[in-house]
């Protein structure tokens, strides 16, 4: 072939090659999506699968505020409220459309603003309270949602429901069905793990994996010293560790082989591999003696305040896990039983509280953001429920599940927007009202599941997070 003639071809068929490279370059992304099972293998639980449709998020980090904070003394700012300060509630708000009169029982027939100033930060000009200084400083990062409801006000039926999906014990967790539907990124630590001083009223119902397989129970990692006890096998074991667990798994896959089905073996089996797995990287995970000094300062690691050192550890914990892999992350930040739950001296409860949890928190949000990871990292803030603007005692606040703020950060929410709104003095939601079923829907949507898609058939109906198929629906403008 002439030159000539070479380079006739070469320009005809350019595009050809442009294409064939193309169609490589697509199939081998197809191949490697393809990898990922779309169904859960019992023996590798945690296997990443494939999600519904493209996820905005692939990891969560729910920082669960136990005790249900009066979030109109943090972020919803109600002038009106300190206007009326000391008065009685207006004979308008009384009104009992939505059986809001039960918050009335044991309160005083009076109104209570906090005692704190309210400054406005950042672009978008969000009020914020000077309880949280820091949180403030990334008040644009965050979506407000100001218009959640529970169906209880008693602790232990209204955390379940904000981590089950149920006022009752015994459904799955969000951790575990987020564990259920994607598996994990990381097949050496747990899928989903907890961080705790003091859990949720309620105990373990609060992440139990219920009729869901065992490998998606939450797992409690200690956030001092190692994370997991018991990990490193006695010296004059250690040569032969693998090969009598291996022996082991033999004599239990055989077992299992007679009983087809049996999920609590399978379970076994599994959770066997990944505690032999997990020996070298949990006990790495928790070294934060490997960060800088300027973290570990930023988290407050140091600090003379031990309650804000202690949550700090788990909130810089929680980055190294979620960047370890790590699907689905949750804290509390009780360090006692009560957290935020002041029925007396409010002010003290929330003073208290909100020395503990702002800065780490702050900090987790800066962190993420510097390692380029909050984007696909969505952050939840919630408690169980809000409290009323009336007195209850002596200068606290009862339960109040009509009306309370919750936010979400990075993950593909709309940052620096607020949702939904509640009355002039933060009693009720009256704007947008939301369910918990729709925060749910909303998480599972950004992480790329159908909440319909993602159920388990147990007791012969098909089980899920958000309840009946199509009850729910993602709050609107979460996502822009």
């Given amino acids: 072939m002439t030159p000539e003639l070479r380079r006739t071809f070469l320009t005809q068929t350019g595009a050809g090659f442009a294409s064939v490279a193309l169609t490589a370059l697509v199939a081998d ?67 009992n459309p939505d059986k809001v009169g039960g918050v009335f029982e044991h309160c005083k027939d009076e109104l209570m603003a906090g005692p704190w100033r309210w400054s406005r930060y950042g672009q978008s000009g969000q009020w914020v309270s000077e309880l949280l200084p820091h949180t403030a400083q990334h008040i644009d990062e965050l979506c407000q949602v100001r218009s959640m409801y529970s169906d209880s ?71 001092e010293g190692s994370p997991v006890l018991n990990l490193q096998p006695p010296q004059e074991l250690a040569g032969v560790q693998r090969s009598t667990l291996d022996f082991a798994q033999a004599l239990n896959r055989k077992h299992a082989a007679k009983r087809p089905g049996v999920l609590d073996l399978e379970g076994r089996i599994a959770s066997y ?26 988290y407050g690691l140091h600090d003379d305040n031990k309650d804000k050192a202690s949550f700090g550890r788990m909130c810089l914990l929680s980055r190294r896990l979620v960047e370890k892999g790590v699907r689905f992350v949750q804290l509390y930040n009780a360090v006692d039983k009560l957290g935020w739950d002041g029925h007396d001296n409010n002010t003290d409860y929330n003073t208290r509280n909100a020395a503990q949890t702002d800065q780490p928190i702050a900090a987790l ?16 803030w919630a408690g169980e429920f809000g409290r009323t603007p009336m007195m209850q005692g002596n200068g606290g606040r009862n339960h109040n599940p009509y009306g309370f703020t919750i936010w979400l950060a990075g993950g593909g929410v709309k940052p620096g927007s607020v949702i939904g709104a509640t009355d002039e003095i933060g009693l009720r939601a009256v704007e947008q009202v939301q369910p918990v079923k729709n925060l749910h829907a909303t998480i599972l949507t950004a992480l790329g599941l159908n909440p319909d898609e993602l159920f388990s058939e147990h007791n012969g109906r098909q089980e899920r997070l958000t309840g009946v198929a199509k009850s729910w629906e993602t709050i609107p403008g979460v996502f822009g």
């Fill in 29 to 95: 992304s197809l191949r490697a999506e393809s990898k990922k099972p779309e169904t859960m293998d019992p023996l590798q639980p945690l296997a990443e699968r494939v999600s519904h449709f493209a996820p905005k998020a692939n990891r969560v980090i729910f920082l669960f505020q136990y005790g249900g904070p009066a979030t109109f003394d943090l972020l919803d700012y109600k002038p009106d409220l300190i206007r009326l300060h000391g008065q009685p509630v207006p004979a308008s708000l009384r009104t």
């Fill in 153 to 223: 006000s008693n602790h232990a039926p209204a955390t379940y429901l904000m981590n089950t999906g149920a006022i009752l014990g015994g459904k799955p967790s969000l951790g575990s069905w987020v564990t259920y539907g994607l598996g994990s990124l990381n097949q050496n630590l747990p899928g989903f793990v907890l961080l705790y001083k003091v859990g949720g009223l309620g105990g373990s119902a609060n992440w139990s994996n219920a009729f869901l397989p065992a490998a998606f129970q939450g797992t409690q990692f200690r956030h």
């Fill in 273 to 298: 591999e990944l505690a032999y797995r997990m020996q070298s990287e949990a006990l790495d995970i928790g070294e934060l003696s490997l960060e800088t000094k300027e973290t570990q300062d930023a």
């Fill in 365 to 380: 949000l800066a962190d993420l953001k510097q390692r380029g990871m909050l984007d696909t990292t969505l952050v939840i």
